[in-house]
């Protein structure tokens, strides 16, 4: 006769997949990591940085449709696939937004498109290298006429991407400071426990703004300084957890054999105490993207023409009295999505490792 017994990973696997909000935002957060890996193949702009403007096209409903005229460029663009596949293409053409054209053998006279009714140059030339396309902007246009749809795409990767480094930073940080302090205790515990609570003392955004002004600003640089913040949280946890397990007779009988500290807290202890740190991990990740999406707001987070949801905001929030309000209502949906996603994984992973249920 077998008996079938599952693991506690395995019970615990379980018990996230009755969880239907812990499963859809799992789904929801694999979706949106795969737009932000691949977002110059989703995007209908696959320029870099969707930073195609046209401003004759300026704020343009959903669903604008217009005639984009394309003069080819005699450069030679020698951009690699991959460089094209993950940093979008390096744009050369010219295109010119058209109301109406003809073409009439090897000329092509067209009309630019103006906006408010008016009547656009008139021009002529060689039709020698150049194609007519009708484009669409699915979510119109932004105020400097770049597609909304593919700025939100790539602007997903700032935010998603954030989240990864910001709480692998936190976790290098969090996870040593903290087993230090709960295995060894008094003087090192006492010395890390008061630079924790110098740190904590700190209001979050004004000590990532003080990190960025020092490290400049930049894309990296904000990476680094939202994750240089977040690690507090999980010293705390670690600590704290690293203190009880050291108490357990399996940690007594490590010690017993004559095995290294090192060892003891890498191969004993932390992986019986990385329940909690999964957990508030997740809500790091939700802490980093609302954290980014602040500093994008306040000019010092990601660059223009770099694509960022804060940023995205931050160019369009007065549109919302000048009656197009989802210029900045729907970066701010995404961004208010995504969070409610790893808060939600955050929930359902609490619920699945909490033993006791």
Known sequence: MTTNTNSLSQL???????????????IFICIVGVISVFAYVFAPDNSQ???????????????FNLDMLTIKSEIENNQSFLNKLFFGKVNTDTEIPISSYSNNRNTLTYTQYTSDGLEGLTKTISSKNTFITNKTFRLGTDKYGRDLLSRLLVGARISFFIGFV???????????????????????????????????????????????????????????????TMWV??????????????????????????????????????????????????????????????LSFLGIGAQPPMASWGAMIKDHYNYIILGKPYLAILPGLCIMLLVMAFMLIGNALRDALDVKV
Request: hydrophobic letters at 55%; a positive charge; charged letters at 10%.
């Open 49 to 63: 940085n969707a930073n195609q403007m046209h401003v004759s096209i300026h704020s343009k409903s959903p669903g």
């Open 233 to 294: 949280e999980v010293a705390r946890i670690v600590r704290g957890q690293i203190i009880s397990a050291k108490q357990m007779q399996y940690v007594t009988a490590a010690r017993a054999l004559g095995f290294k500290d090192y060892r003891i807290i890498t191969k004993h202890i932390l992986p019986n105490i990385m329940a909690p740190v999964i957990v508030i991990c997740a809500a790091n990740f939700a802490a980093a993207i609302l954290i980014e999406s602040g």
């Open 12 to 26: 615990a696997l379980q018990k996230f997949k009755k969880n239907f909000w812990g499963v859809f935002s799992f």
């Open 166 to 228: 910001a709480v692998f930073i936190s976790l290098v940080i969090g996870i040593f400071m903290g087993s230090v302090a709960g295995y060894y205790g008094g003087k090192t515990d006492a010395f890390i426990m008061w630079v924790i609570n110098v740190t904590w003392s700190i209001p979050t955004l004004l000590l990532v703004i003080a990190i960025t002004l020092a490290l400049g600003k930049g894309f990296w640089q904000v990476f680094i300084a939202v994750g240089l």
